[in-house]
């Protein structure tokens, strides 16, 4: 069932006595991070089970996703589930995967990153305060991947740039300028991308993006960990811009909640969100070699 808010919706997967489970949509905050009227996922839930919490019950995020990651989200109702989901994910035994859209065709089927993680800004400078970075003083982090789509599609950036062709008459005085123009354009014709499903061993901040972003994948969209973190910075100036659409092909970071599970218990699962679905429109595959089965 879809639940209103002024500009987003959310669906429930399914719902007990002690818990419920969210697709949430992109742009949606799980949790209020400072005095705000902004809608948040949290806020949403408490109307809605307004009647269980002045009954004693109250809403807990089990697993909090990123504004911009989409998908399922565990939420206890009662603090006696809260206790147990809790104990759960300490023992490892809520198992989460993602699917993420990567740039580019990893050399590997399926991969293990075990590299530590920790707040970048405590070890060097940094204008963004979130961001995380690998270091060996930080937090044990593995996330393990697997490749289920190569594919290829036409790059934003070069059809727009087609724009630049030099004028007619011009050819004369600018030929090197267009050999060189037709010579990147052959080159960037195609851009290549991945479907990796993502399954984080651990649960720091940002570990898939960081993880994926440190063997050269970054998230297709990903403002902070993928081509330049300054956009994230023209991004909260200026706001969405046919620039960063032109850098970023995604106004949001391809990472999507795929599935969620206790261990032995109970099993939930989301497809991939229409507009990361969308983003395969005008793709092909890689060629069968290159290609693995896709399962979303």
């Not at 902004?38 to 809403?59: C, D, N, S």
């Not at 809790?86 to 989460?96: E, F, I, T």
């Not at 707040?119 to 930080?138: A, P």
């Not at 939930?268 to 069968?288: N, Q, V």
């Amino acid at each position: 069932m879809p639940v209103s808010s002024p500009s987003l919706q959310f669906k429930i997967i399914d719902e007990t006595g002690d818990y419920i489970v969210i697709d949430k949509p992109p742009f949606l905050l799980s949790h209020p991070t400072k005095p705000t009227t902004q809608p948040t996922l949290w806020k949403e839930l408490r109307e809605l089970l307004a009647f269980e919490i002045a009954g004693g019950g109250q809403v807990s995020i089990v697993n909090r996703l990123d504004r911009e990651t989409s998908g399922l989200v565990l939420v206890a109702k009662t603090a006696a589930a809260a206790r147990e989901f809790g104990l759960l994910m300490q023992q490892q035994k809520v198992h989460k995967e993602y699917l993420a859209i990567v740039w580019g065709w990893p050399e590997w089927e399926h991969y293990v990153v075990d590299t530590p993680l920790d707040r970048q800004r405590k070890h060097q400078e940094s204008v963004i305060w979130l961001k995380q970075m690998i270091h060996q003083g930080g937090a044990p982090a593995q996330t393990e991947f697997r490749v289920e789509r190569r594919f290829a599609k036409r790059s934003v950036a070069s059809s727009s740039a087609a724009s630049r062709l030099p004028l007619p008459g011009q050819e004369e005085d600018e030929g090197e300028d267009r050999k060189q123009f037709h010579a990147n354009q052959s080159a960037r014709a195609e851009e290549k991308f991945s479907l990796v499903r993502a399954i984080p061993l651990t649960g720091r901040t940002h570990q898939i993006r960081v993880h994926l972003a440190s063997v050269g994948h970054p998230v297709v969209g990903d403002k902070i960990y993928g081509p330049d973190e300054q956009l994230y910075l023209r991004f909260i100036e200026t706001g969405w811009t046919p620039e960063l659409q032109q850098r970023l092909l995604l106004p949001r970071h391809a990472l999507h909640s795929a599935k969620l599970a206790i261990e032995g218990e109970r099993e939930w699962t989301s497809p991939l969100p229409l507009d990361l679905a969308e983003f395969f429109r005008g793709a092909h595959r890689a060629p069968l070699q290159q290609t693995l089965r896709i399962a979303i």
